[in-house]
């Protein structure tokens, strides 16, 4: 191999590792990253419970864990609702729409 042909092999390494090296470092600073970066999910401050059978679970909640009652269960045409809460943690029992006796009901 001719010497011109040695420096032009080590000069097509050297561009190689240097765009290599420039893809693989993030832009920004670590610092700039960190504040980016943070937690998707912040606090939840209210849980929706979905179950056929929302007043049962409602009931199980409220009087046998005896947790605060946000708001009481109530059955309305399209949905039925209630609200227990633990600290700062809202939990709401719902069903929406009719409910329906087909469905596999979970025990409590």
Do not use: C
């Amino acid at each position: 191999m001719r010497k011109a042909d040695k420096m032009n092999a080590k000069f097509r390494r050297g561009i190689v590792f240097i765009v290599l090296l420039f893809i693989s470092l993030p832009f920004g600073t670590s610092q700039e990253r960190t504040k980016r970066r943070g937690p998707v999910v912040r606090q939840a401050d209210r849980i929706l419970i979905e179950s056929n059978d929302p007043r049962a679970l409602f009931e199980i909640f409220s009087e046998t864990l005896q947790l605060p009652v946000v708001w009481p269960f109530a059955e309305h045409e399209t949905y039925s609702s209630g609200s227990v809460s633990k600290g700062n943690v809202t939990l709401e029992l719902y069903r929406y729409g009719a409910r329906r006796s087909a469905d596999v009901n979970a025990r409590y």
